[in-house]
């Protein structure tokens, strides 16, 4: 039987079980399908069977797979590849160019529980192995997925838009696919958005959505500032604008539930519109403008509320960066926002007077806890939270001293090259889009008093006394004294 070898062993939960006979083929595949639905949860094979064992498994399993003319037999072959591949080791045979081929002529079948197993265990390998990549663009696997989708099967999507994904992790092979892949996926958020998005609870596509606003990061990288210092083309911001409508959409919907189910989505809106050409971000603001503040404003609190369990202050960058990031850009290209965000974090911000170490006693919960991360050790963490106050604050240094302290904005007057002798650096007028003046020092200076005083030195401490606090806020004008910073 071509079905049942020596080598091929079954795992049946904890119990080994060998068939020895040939010829058995109905219970060599009902012992397969069992070992499928016995592991749809499992990651590791190699730890309890052995690396030989299941190398042995996995070379049967591709000769059967292709020796068999039945689909249900190829079907539970293509499913136990698709489990034992979810880890590298044993796999090895199958990382070639023609075992990628053969995966491809299985996905072009017109069986479609045998094309999406196909199309899962391409996901596996092209994720799993380096040079799988390679292959995948010299057998054209971008247009054969492209046109896969084309029938619009949410079955199909799942592991098409993986394969796409990691192939649009390298930046190599973003350029060709933006064309073909950009505007298919577009169409196929699209096709998803029916009147059923948006209701409680969400419909089961919705995590479709999800891995299509990943694969769109992915491409739009070139649009936008991580991209580079190449300015987008006009073609691009084009392209960029189609999607907008969708990022509002998500933005703006609700079901009126707590917590938001569709908030995994919009904190993906905000990775995607970090991409926005610098040319495209008043274009956000077109339609529903005020929903769309009061989203990032949300999505900013809850990704504060995540940062709270964060252990350390990169866990803390990486909840906060992609919205800080976004809020920044917006607020430096679409000056209308300022005032309101501004208004939202300080509303009391108008009756402070003169600059202090620390900033306002009263201050709102959210301010406050962004305050904290202005002399944060996490440096990407730091300058975004920094540049978000100083743009928020109308590009004006005195007005961030003010609402946060000026210890706290050391870095930022330091990065801004605004630091002076004797007085926080003041700022022209608003309107005119100035930065502010302060006395000029050489970048090295500047750079030698910084590294003198540390603001993290003197944060406040949990349960402080009145006492422990004059002595600390003394300490801390004493060392910028020292610093030459007051």
């Given at each position: 039987s071509i079905y049942l070898r020596h080598s091929v062993i079954?795992?049946?939960m904890d119990l080994l079980v060998r068939l020895h006979e040939d010829g058995k083929d109905?219970?060599?595949?009902?012992?397969?399908?069992?070992?499928?639905?016995?592991?749809?949860?499992?990651?590791?094979f190699v730890d309890?069977?052995?690396?030989?064992?299941?190398?042995?498994?996995?070379?049967?399993?591709?000769?059967?797979?292709?020796?068999?003319?039945?689909?249900?037999?190829?079907?539970?072959?293509?499913?136990?590849?698709?489990?034992?591949?979810?880890?590298?080791?044993?796999?090895?045979?199958l990382y070639t160019e023609y075992a990628l081929q053969v995966m491809l002529n299985l996905a072009a079948r017109d069986y479609e529980p045998i094309v999406e197993e196909a199309w899962k265990c391409i996901v596996n390998f092209v994720a799993k192995n380096k040079d799988m990549e390679g292959f995948a663009l010299r057998l054209h696997v971008v247009d054969k997925a492209v046109d896969a989708l084309k029938g619009n099967s949410t079955v199909l999507a799942f592991p098409i838009l993986r394969v796409l994904f990691h192939l649009s992790i390298n930046p190599e092979y973003v350029v060709n696919m933006i064309p073909t892949v950009l505007p298919m996926v577009t169409n196929l958020i699209v096709s998803l958005m029916t009147p059923a998005f948006g209701t409680h609870p969400p419909p089961?596509?919705?995590s479709l959505v999800g891995d299509a606003l990943k694969l769109i990061f992915n491409l739009t990288i070139p649009f936008g500032p991580l991209?580079?210092?190449?300015?987008?083309?006009?073609?691009?911001?084009?392209?960029?604008?189609?999607?907008?409508?969708?990022?509002?959409?998500?933005?703006?919907v609700s079901d009126g539930t707590s917590p938001d189910p569709y908030y995994a989505l919009k904190t993906l809106v905000i990775n995607c519109l970090i991409n926005t050409p610098n040319k495209a971000f008043k274009d956000i603001f077109d339609e529903n403008e005020r929903e769309i503040l009061l989203s990032f404003q949300s999505i900013l609190e809850g990704q504060l509320e995540a940062a709270k369990g964060a252990?350390?202050?990169?866990?803390?960058?990486?909840?906060?960066?992609?919205?800080?990031?976004?809020?920044?850009?917006?607020?430096?290209?679409?000056?209308?926002?300022?005032?309101?965000?501004?208004?939202?974090?300080?509303?009391?911000?108008?009756?402070?007077?003169?600059?202090?170490?620390?900033?306002p006693a009263e201050q709102t919960l959210i301010a406050k806890q962004l305050i904290s991360y202005m002399t944060s050790f996490d440096i990407t963490l730091k300058h975004f939270v920094n540049e978000f106050?100083?743009?928020?604050?109308?590009?004006?240094?005195e007005e961030v001293c003010k609402l946060t302290g000026f210890g706290n904005a050391a870095s930022l007057l330091v990065t801004r090259g605004l630091l002076s002798l004797g007085k926080?650096?003041?700022?022209?007028?608003?309107?005119?889009?100035?930065?502010?003046?302060?006395?000029?020092?050489?970048?090295?200076?500047?750079?030698?008093?910084?590294?003198?005083?540390?603001?993290?030195?003197?944060?406040?401490?949990?349960?402080?006394?009145?006492?422990?606090?004059?002595?600390?806020?003394?300490?801390?004008?004493?060392?910028?004294?020292?610093?030459?910073?007051?």
């Amino acid at each position: 039987s071509i079905y049942l070898r020596h080598s091929v062993i079954h795992v049946l939960m904890d119990l080994l079980v060998r068939l020895h006979e040939d010829g058995k083929d109905e219970e060599w595949l009902t012992q397969l399908q069992k070992f499928n639905s016995d592991n749809v949860a499992s990651m590791t094979f190699v730890d309890r069977y052995g690396l030989e064992n299941k190398t042995k498994f996995v070379d049967d399993l591709y000769r059967t797979l292709q020796q068999s003319p039945k689909q249900d037999v190829q079907h539970a072959c293509l499913m136990a590849l698709r489990l034992c591949s979810r880890e590298v080791q044993g796999m090895e045979s199958l990382y070639t160019e023609y075992a990628l081929q053969v995966m491809l002529n299985l996905a072009a079948r017109d069986y479609e529980p045998i094309v999406e197993e196909a199309w899962k265990c391409i996901v596996n390998f092209v994720a799993k192995n380096k040079d799988m990549e390679g292959f995948a663009l010299r057998l054209h696997v971008v247009d054969k997925a492209v046109d896969a989708l084309k029938g619009n099967s949410t079955v199909l999507a799942f592991p098409i838009l993986r394969v796409l994904f990691h192939l649009s992790i390298n930046p190599e092979y973003v350029v060709n696919m933006i064309p073909t892949v950009l505007p298919m996926v577009t169409n196929l958020i699209v096709s998803l958005m029916t009147p059923a998005f948006g209701t409680h609870p969400p419909p089961p596509y919705t995590s479709l959505v999800g891995d299509a606003l990943k694969l769109i990061f992915n491409l739009t990288i070139p649009f936008g500032p991580l991209g580079g210092q190449k300015p987008a083309t006009l073609d691009e911001i084009v392209t960029f604008k189609r999607l907008l409508p969708i990022y509002r959409r998500i933005l703006c919907v609700s079901d009126g539930t707590s917590p938001d189910p569709y908030y995994a989505l919009k904190t993906l809106v905000i990775n995607c519109l970090i991409n926005t050409p610098n040319k495209a971000f008043k274009d956000i603001f077109d339609e529903n403008e005020r929903e769309i503040l009061l989203s990032f404003q949300s999505i900013l609190e809850g990704q504060l509320e995540a940062a709270k369990g964060a252990k350390s202050d990169s866990e803390v960058a990486g909840f906060m960066t992609p919205i800080l990031t976004l809020f920044t850009l917006i607020a430096e290209h679409v000056p209308q926002v300022r005032a309101p965000a501004k208004h939202w974090l300080f509303p009391k911000g108008d009756a402070q007077q003169g600059v202090t170490v620390e900033g306002p006693a009263e201050q709102t919960l959210i301010a406050k806890q962004l305050i904290s991360y202005m002399t944060s050790f996490d440096i990407t963490l730091k300058h975004f939270v920094n540049e978000f106050f100083y743009m928020i604050c109308d590009e004006n240094a005195e007005e961030v001293c003010k609402l946060t302290g000026f210890g706290n904005a050391a870095s930022l007057l330091v990065t801004r090259g605004l630091l002076s002798l004797g007085k926080p650096a003041s700022s022209s007028s608003s309107s005119e889009g100035s930065s502010g003046s302060g006395i000029e020092l050489p970048p090295s200076e500047i750079r030698e008093r910084l590294a003198r005083f540390n603001p993290a030195d003197y944060q406040a401490k949990p349960d402080e006394t009145e006492d422990e606090r004059d002595e600390r806020l003394a300490r801390a004008f004493e060392a910028m004294m020292d610093a030459g910073i007051i």
